[in-house]
């Protein structure tokens, strides 16, 4: 089993409407969480962080924690074609330096 | 700042040549990262620095691959010999602290025929 698991996809939503990509994680001691966006062909780049548990929005992105359930999400609101990349979750636990652990990313095309 | 530079941004070479790929981090940045990615196996972490000490190597694929960290403004990372299968995207990343965001160099693309 893989430390960061994300849907495979690829998921495909309407523009407009919500799009809701998922991540699991095995280690209870991870403290920081990141969802990364990646267009093809260029390198991955922050969308959002979360550190507690609940809810954090900014924008048209919400990310949500539950550690209970080692469970972090992305949602993306009034999706846009230029939403379309492939979203990589990550996950650090801070009490080894820092170091993250990627999952493989879900693809996300928005078809106009 | 710039960002993370990284180079060559493209690199095409001969199976058993030896290869160097170049990072300059991101000014004030204690951690240094070097990851490899396709599409079969993702994001993979190789090795990670902190103020230019290698902690974790665990996911070097073997001793082909090897990584330093001179100063905090410059890392390296050599393959030798190079075989196809090290064809990827290699990123550098950094970032300011523990747990904190990594920011990615643009990657180098690597051939190996």
């Known amino acids: 089993q893989k430390e960061v698991e994300q849907n495979s996809g690829p998921l495909s939503v309407p523009e407009g409407a919500i799009a809701s990509l998922n991540c699991t994680y095995s280690?209870?001691?991870?403290?920081?969480f990141f969802w990364y966006r990646q267009y093809s062909g260029k390198s991955p780049e922050l969308i959002m962080f979360?550190?507690?548990?609940g809810d954090k929005e900014d924008g048209r992105f919400t990310a949500q924690l539950n550690k209970a359930s080692q469970y972090v999400s992305l949602l993306i609101r009034d999706s846009q074609p230029s939403d379309s990349a492939t979203y990589l979750c990550?996950?650090?636990?801070?009490?080894?330096?820092?170091?993250?652990?990627f999952g493989d990313g879900t693809t996300l095309t928005v078809k106009p | 700042d710039a960002g993370v530079i990284q180079s060559p941004r493209h690199e095409v070479t001969e199976m058993g040549q030896e290869v160097t790929l170049r990072c300059k981090p991101i000014?004030?940045?204690?951690?240094l990262f070097w990851y490899r990615q396709t599409m079969m196996r993702g994001l993979e972490l190789l090795i990670y620095?902190?103020?230019?000490?290698?902690?974790?190597d665990s996911g070097m694929p073997e001793d082909r691959f090897s990584a330093k960290m001179p100063n905090a403004s410059f890392s390296t990372l050599k393959i030798q010999p190079s075989e196809p299968r090290d064809s990827a995207v290699y990123f550098c990343?950094?970032?300011?602290?523990?747990?904190?965001?990594?920011?990615f160099g643009q990657g180098t693309r690597l051939t190996v025929v």
């Open positions: 990343a950094s970032s300011a602290g523990r747990g904190t965001e990594a920011f």
């Open positions: 280690d209870r001691g991870s403290q920081s």
């Open positions: 979360i550190y507690s548990n």
């Open positions: 990550a996950v650090t636990d801070n009490t080894n330096a820092g170091k993250s652990t």
């Open positions: 000014s004030g940045h204690d951690y």
């Open positions: 620095f902190n103020n230019n000490v290698p902690i974790d």
